[in-house]
């Protein structure tokens, strides 16, 4: 039976906004407090979406979840109807309404863990929700992320969505932005690699400057959970140092598919250890492996994280031949452009560079893969999955009409504040779920 990639990628919410909320995402900080704008968001997003799909790459959506949380800013106190709490909120505690409002849901390569069947005991495709408990603006998102999944992902006996882990810095768990999976096929069994920024019991290094948000013993607890063998597991710390620089997400310094990782020279700590480990175990099922690794003489840690270059997709078209999916900010760094622009002369496993626009979502420190989570699926696992989120002309017609009528075209921090913001992004939403098959997922709609 065949198997795919399949990518599903975040609509960006209505609410897309700069509110610096992220430390240690340096862009994010950076950017904090300008101006957004959330239809030009959505529409680069849908337009990477659109493409990729026309590329003959399996491309399916994930909706966007309700913003500003009413539920959130009632949990921690406020009352009255929910323009009264927004409005005290922005008076009271403008930095909870900030939180309640975030639009980070977009960046679904922290929405959850996926591993495919081939990897797993019982056969099904297993995800875990992210609880993203590091942040208070993420760490809201894991139970409609899961009711999301579960619309879209409805058969059971194809399909396992655990709850997430506990909401503890101890189980910090960032999602598919610190984990890739290698195979010879998509289809065939693999190995799954985890990487994490510390152990919270453990020994070992750890950042100084900012926090590291995946913990071993989270990564070790979804793949129990999934289900996963020793055999087909490894299990890597991301370099604190780089942690440090800004890479707040392995995939900031390193990208996998298949056999190939892509990755700074700095990337993980004992970083030949690492390879050495994934080579054995891939190995041992008659997988080869090779590690593309960029030296810090031809690309900076800092130029990394400028410029998105390992934030990239690194993607298997039908006809073997991998394409790097790049922001417009790598050919807007010098060293960066003159890196790819090289790998036509060496021998690499990259046979050709997309380059997009994505400049909304990478102000706030997102690039192409920070948009998309990878789930691999077989012909059956894809025929259960709802129909109406897979990308066609219809599908892109129909949204870019949709964000045209829902979507303004600028959003500031002070506005927030404005009741009339809720009432547009639930018209936004109510109308997307007909769109997209998915039913009654948000608590509105309740």
């Known amino acids: 039976m065949q198997a795919y990639e399949a990518n599903f990628d975040g609509l960006v919410g209505p609410t897309h906004n700069y ?18 704008n959330p239809k030009a968001a959505a529409k ?22 309700e913003r500003p949380s009413i539920r959130l800013l009632r949990d921690v106190g406020f ?6 709490v927004i409005a005290r ?6 930095e909870l309404l900030a939180a309640a409002s975030s639009a980070s849901a977009m960046w679904t390569a922290n929405a959850a863990t996926v591993s495919p069947s081939a990897d797993t005991e019982d056969g099904r495709v297993h995800f875990t929700p992210a609880n993203l408990a590091a942040k208070l603006h993420r760490a809201i998102e894991h139970g409609e992320t899961r009711r999301s999944l579960g619309a879209i992902f409805a058969d059971e006996a194809r399909f396992r969505i655990h709850h997430a882990l506990p909401g503890t810095p101890a189980l910090g768990d960032e999602g598919a932005a610190n984990h890739t999976r290698f195979a010879r096929e998509y289809g065939e069994k693999g190995v799954e690699f985890f990487v994490y920024g510390k152990s919270e019991y453990g020994q070992g290094p750890q950042p100084q400057r900012y926090p590291a948000r995946q913990t071993l013993e989270a990564s070790r607890a979804v793949a129990r959970l999934h289900g996963l063998s020793d055999d087909a597991t490894v299990f890597a710390q991301q370099s604190p140092d780089v942690i440090d620089a800004g890479v707040f997400h392995n995939d900031v310094i390193a990208v996998g598919n298949r056999t190939t990782l892509f990755c700074h020279e700095r990337a993980f700590v004992d970083q030949h250890k690492v390879y050495e480990e994934l080579r054995a175990k891939l190995d041992a099922q008659g997988t080869p492996f090779s590690a593309l690794e960029v030296p810090a003489n031809e690309v900076s840690v800092e130029d990394a994280v400028s410029s998105y270059l390992f934030n990239s997709q690194l993607l298997s078209s039908a006809d073997g031949r991998q394409l790097l999916v790049v922001p417009q900010e790598c050919r807007e760094n010098a060293r960066v452009a003159a890196y790819l622009d090289s790998l036509g002369g060496r021998d690499t496993p990259i046979d050709e560079v997309l380059v997009f626009d994505l400049r909304e979502s990478m102000k706030n420190g997102g690039g192409p893969a920070c948009l998309r989570l990878r789930v691999v699926l077989n012909d059956a696992e894809r025929a259960a999955v709802n129909a109406r989120v897979w990308m066609n002309d219809a599908l892109f017609t129909q949204l870019d009409a949709w964000i045209d009528t829902h979507y303004r075209d600028r959003l500031a921090p002070a506005d927030l504040a404005d009741p009339k913001l809720l009432a547009e992004s639930r018209a936004a939403l109510d109308e997307l779920t007909t769109i997209l098959g998915l039913g009654a997922v948000y608590d509105f709609q309740r």
């Not at 509110?19 to 957004?36: C, H, M």
């Not at 680069?44 to 979840?65: I, N, S, Y």
């Not at 009352?79 to 009264?84: I, L, P, Q, R």
Request: aromatic share 4%.
């Open 79 to 84: 009352s009255g109807d929910d323009a009264t």
């Open 44 to 65: 680069q997003g849908l337009r990477k979406m659109k493409r990729l799909a026309d590329l003959g790459f399996q491309q399916g959506v994930l909706p966007p979840l």
């Open 19 to 36: 509110a610096g909320l992220s430390f240690g995402n340096v862009a994010s900080r950076s950017n904090e407090k300008s101006v957004a």
């Open 89 to 94: 909120a922005a008076r009271e505690a403008p």
